[in-house]
């Protein structure tokens, strides 16, 4: 989900990524409209705000504004800065180091929200800035690692795709196209997790209040663990596999090895023509 970039990413990887991340954004939206009166997952109100405060001198507001459109834009900033910079030293780290922050930031929201919030306007404010930064990074992210494919926190640019592919399918030759029917299949996957994340929120929100944004960080942990598992646990299920990724011995392969290799010997009978076994760091002589 996050070890794929760009043209290497598969449907799947796209539409798991999509959905879950739509969802969050979705639930993050309509919990900021209920709480802070403000929408908190794309900045296009903003900026019709931004002019009219403008065009009404409340220069104040305009500062505040400003800086909700620039937190926003920065959060897109810096998930494709760790994309681009740490992409070489580990795909996964450049890739789940944009959602570590903003669960940080969420996190940071709920427990204020829950235990300091007084309702004053510049604490209003403030967190509606530390969300859309957050959403920033979030959008950042999945549109830098799918090569701008999966955008999940608003849908205006969906609903447009959408329409355009349904236009195009009322004729049979573009019905058959796979690359169209896969981008459809995904487009819908994103629209159907964004309004279900929506609902969850505005249905939840009464009861659970600023404990909804612990969800939605439960959500983010759900996509950073997904691929942690898969380099961790299942990588370690060949020598081969893990020797490509680390190239060194470490504690736990060695662990492995000991446990597993020589029983994998036993049940593997040796071929005619053997092909050269990848030797391990850690492998006996």
């Known amino acids: 989900m996050l070890r794929n970039y760009?043209?290497?990413?598969t449907l799947g990887d796209n539409i798991r990524l999509g959905t879950l991340t739509a969802f969050t954004a979705g639930?993050?939206?309509?919990a900021s409209l209920?709480?802070?009166?403000?929408?908190t997952s794309n900045v296009t109100g903003h900026y019709a705000i931004f002019a009219a405060e403008i065009s009404q001198g409340n220069w104040t507001q305009v500062a505040v504004v400003a800086s909700w459109i620039f937190l926003f834009f920065f959060g897109g900033f810096v998930a494709n800065l760790s994309v681009i910079n740490f992409n070489k030293k580990?795909?996964?780290f450049a890739h789940a180091f944009p959602l570590i922050l903003e669960m940080l930031c969420l996190l940071a929201v709920g427990i204020y929200g829950q235990l300091f919030y007084q309702k004053t306007l510049g604490e209003t404010e403030a967190l509606v800035a530390l969300m859309l930064f957050a959403t920033g990074l979030q959008n950042g992210l999945t549109a830098s690692i799918s090569n701008f494919s999966v955008?999940?926190?608003?849908?205006?640019g969906t609903t447009t795709d959408l329409g355009i592919l349904f236009s195009m399918f009322t004729q049979k030759e573009f019905r058959k196209s796979p690359e169209l029917i896969a981008r459809a299949k995904l487009l819908m996957s994103i629209m159907l997790a964004y309004v279900l994340g929506a609902v969850f929120s505005g249905l939840t929100y009464y009861k659970l209040e600023f404990r909804v944004f612990y969800v939605i960080c439960i959500c983010l942990m759900i996509v950073i663990s997904y691929d942690a598992y898969k380099i961790n646990i299942r990588h370690f299920?060949?020598?081969?596999?893990y020797y490509k990724i680390y190239q060194k011995s470490t504690l736990l392969a060695f662990l492995y090895y000991k446990l597993f290799h020589k029983r994998k010997?036993?049940?593997?009978?040796?071929?005619?023509?053997?092909?050269?076994?990848?030797?391990?760091?850690?492998?006996e002589k």
Not at 6 to 9: D, L, P, V
Not at 237 to 241: P, S
Request: glycine content about 2%; overall charge positive.
């Open 265 to 283: 010997n036993k049940k593997i009978k040796p071929a005619n023509n053997p092909r050269p076994q990848t030797k391990l760091a850690f492998g």
């Open 237 to 241: 299920k060949t020598d081969y596999r």
């Open 34 to 39: 209920l709480i802070f009166l403000s929408f």
């Open 27 to 30: 639930t993050i939206n309509i």
């Open 90 to 92: 580990s795909k996964y």
């Open 151 to 156: 955008k999940t926190t608003h849908l205006t």
């Open 6 to 9: 760009s043209n290497s990413r």
